[in-house]
């Protein structure tokens, strides 16, 4: 019987390459992470989603899996991750597993026998096709994938071509294959049956291609998505993997939903439809942001607005909530200014916004330092996305590099994946040799030990938050009601249950932003949080916010 523990939990990603390095290879490791299970223990977190550790030739950085029941040697073996699933469990913390099945690495025993030969057993694992035109050399359809141009690479060996919605090594699975289907449920129960306690399922709502795979819509960036998305055997194929794994276990069952938009949810989410128990969506991501990477300035009515639509999902459903992952930009540098005087106050802000809200919170390791951007010189970038666009842009029209840099300088994946900044003296606590990735300069300042001594610090701040909201019955099951919705500056929602509720400001620009909260009827109400130390006590009608300010009070009637 499934719990629905993940509605009283606060997850913590750990990004194991860029985490804790054990050993002094530069590269962070499992030993490393069962090494600080008692820092997230402190932290108070009670459940974690670690990103891809499997065996893997790292074209996506562990995205690409060569082998789904192997542990990459960089981060350990075996037995470092039975040791690690026992160090967690026995500190109340549980652990969801990155499940990467859209594809494979071509590096894969499966792909490297399907592209052998037409009539290989392994062939109809993947999806290939003959060419177009007369002697077969344009590629099936028009479809794009999400790093490079055409969604097909040609295949001299058997003359035809297959399908890579993202890196050429990354060939997609053809789940309309049984077999295919087949070979997922096994992979979730080997990891189910040794203690896994769910998945997040990456990019799920691309398994399911249309029959055909139909010329896409002509669109300047990527083309096809509307035969892929959600595609017509998607829920078919959920709930059959739902029916004979997931739901023999107390799992929680996360999926990146890339092309998700509110109006979908219900259909995979909710809790009647025996499919996946969350989505990671992107609306709230798009929201300050053009073709993917371009960036946009954030309009906080924008913003508030896709927050409000997915807070008023019905009851069935469950949100997942986010500011920062190993795809996304720092959080501190992205919705404010992180670089200027006020990015503690920025930062534990933007935890009170997202941690009052109705759905599972997730931090990203890092966020809870008030972690920032890095400056990264053009060749200092290495994530795939970064290095394809400028290599992109220079063949096509290199009078846009300029731009290009500007916008991987706010918007890189790399952002998210320099080494976590554990002290401030060199390797940053993070390894004693040379790290894989440059580690941001500011870890001389940013860093755990100089957290850890100051009670005002960004990291005791996400402590108190994390301890407040587990196990808070408003927070888990109250209303959402969102105030002043046109407010360019602040974000004022309640949370209500009976006769409590939590009145939620937070003040998003960096000056002086006044409130005139007269209709609200909070009058009186007390503080229970706040950045500041000296914010008023007493809800008042009148109240004037200083930069970044965020304070919560509770009212009981």
């Not at 499992?30 to 893997?56: M, R």
């Not at 997609?172 to 998945?199: A, T």
């Not at 755990?448 to 108190?464: D, Q, R, W």
Request: proline share 5%; net charge positive.
């Amino acid at each position: 019987m499934k719990t629905r523990w993940y509605k009283d939990a606060v997850f913590y990603q750990i990004y194991p390459r860029s985490f804790c390095d054990s050993n002094g290879d530069g590269i962070g490791d499992i030993q490393g992470i069962i090494s600080k299970l008692d820092y997230l223990k402190e932290l108070g977190i009670n459940a974690v989603w670690l990103s891809p550790v499997y065996a893997s030739p790292n074209d996506d950085n562990g995205y690409d899996i060569s082998d789904y029941k192997a542990i990459n040697p960089e981060f350990g073996t075996l037995e470092d991750w039975k040791q690690m699933v026992a160090g967690m469990h026995e500190r109340g913390i549980r652990l969801v597993m990155d499940l990467v099945v859209n594809h494979t690495s071509d590096e894969h025993f499966w792909f490297r026998e399907s592209r052998k030969s037409k009539d290989n057993p392994y062939r109809d694992y993947y999806i290939w096709r003959k060419g177009r035109g007369k002697d077969g050399k344009k590629p099936p359809n028009n479809w794009t994938s999400r790093f490079t141009g055409s969604a097909w690479k040609y295949d001299a060996a058997t003359d035809e071509w297959y399908l890579h919605l993202f890196s050429e090594k990354q060939p997609d699975l053809n789940w309309d294959n049984p077999k295919v289907r087949k070979e997922v449920i096994d992979i979730c129960n080997y990891w189910l049956s040794m203690g896994v306690d769910g998945f997040r399922c990456d990019v799920i709502t691309y398994i399911s291609k249309a029959e055909g795979l139909p010329m896409g819509k002509f669109n300047p960036v990527m083309c096809g998505d509307e035969h892929f998305v959600l595609g017509p055997h998607i829920h078919e194929y959920l709930n059959e993997i739902n029916r004979e794994s997931w739901s023999k276990y107390d799992t929680m069952i996360v999926g990146e939903a890339i092309g998700c938009k509110v109006g979908d949810a219900a259909s995979i989410i909710a809790e009647e439809k025996n499919e996946l128990d969350s989505a990671i969506t992107f609306e709230l991501m798009e929201v300050d942001m053009k073709l993917n990477f371009f960036p946009v300035k954030l309009r906080l009515p924008k913003f508030k607005k896709v927050i409000s639509a997915w807070q008023n999902l019905p009851p069935s459903c469950w949100n997942t909530l986010y500011l920062e992952n190993h795809d996304q930009p720092r959080s501190v540098s992205r919705y404010g200014n992180g670089a200027g005087i006020y990015r503690k106050e920025l930062a534990k802000m933007l935890a009170v916004t997202l941690h009052f809200l109705r759905g599972t919170p997730y931090v990203y390791q890092g966020q809870e330092i008030g972690m920032t951007n890095i400056a990264l010189k053009e060749e200092e970038y290495i994530d795939i996305m970064a290095t394809r666009i400028f290599t992109i842009i220079r063949k096509v029209f290199p009078p846009l590099m300029p731009l290009a840099r500007w916008a991987m300088s706010k918007r890189a994946r790399d952002h998210a994946r320099t080494p976590m900044q554990w002290s401030g003296r060199p390797g940053a606590g993070f390894t004693t040799g040379k790290p894989w990735m440059k580690i941001n300069p500011n870890h001389v300042d940013i860093n755990v030990e100089n957290e850890k001594k100051n009670p005002s610090s960004v990291l005791n701040f996400y402590k108190k938050l994390i301890s407040l909201r587990l196990g808070n019955q408003i927070l888990r099951d109250g209303s959402y009601k969102e105030y002043f919705p046109k407010n360019r500056s602040l974000f004022v929602y309640e949370r209500a249950l009976g006769k409590q509720r939590y009145i939620v400001i937070c003040n998003f620009k960096e000056k002086n932003v006044n409130l005139n909260a007269i209709d609200m009827g909070a009058r009186g109400a007390e503080l229970v949080l706040s950045n500041y130390k000296d914010a008023p006590k007493a809800f008042t009608d009148g109240q004037t916010l200083r930069p970044y300010e965020a304070r919560v009070y509770l009212q009981i009637k």
